[in-house]
């Protein structure tokens, strides 16, 4: 979700407390829809294998982010679905409290 202006229509990622365009404070949730991945890249762990408190080992996958420009003009950082590279069209979902981009428009 983005922040949309309810005075002027503009609209803001992260939120913000005052509007840039015309300084109003009333702000509305939009969801930030489809946009196009603009750059991404590919964060590795720092260690491939980490160890849980119980024990366990789990293996630390790397985790690919994007930038996503989106028709309103935000860019969104999200995690990047297996597939989308630079350029590709893609959709903005909600995942696990973080965004997500999807193939797709
Ligand atoms: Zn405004």
């Known amino acids: 979700m983005v922040s949309e202006c309810t005075a002027c229509g503009y609209l803001a990622y992260p939120p913000r407390l005052l509007c840039p365009g015309c300084g109003g404070s009333s702000w509305r949730p939009r969801p930030a ?21 119980s024990g366990e080992w789990v293996e630390e996958e790397p985790t690919r982010l994007g930038a996503v420009s989106t028709e309103g003009g935000v860019r969104i950082i999200a995690r990047l679905e297996a597939g989308i590279e630079a350029g590709g069209r893609v959709a903005l979902v909600r995942r696990d409290g973080v965004a997500v981009a999807v193939e797709g428009s």
């Open 33 to 53: 829809g489809a946009g196009v991945a603009t750059e991404v890249t590919v964060r590795r762990p720092v260690f491939e294998r980490r160890q849980l408190p």
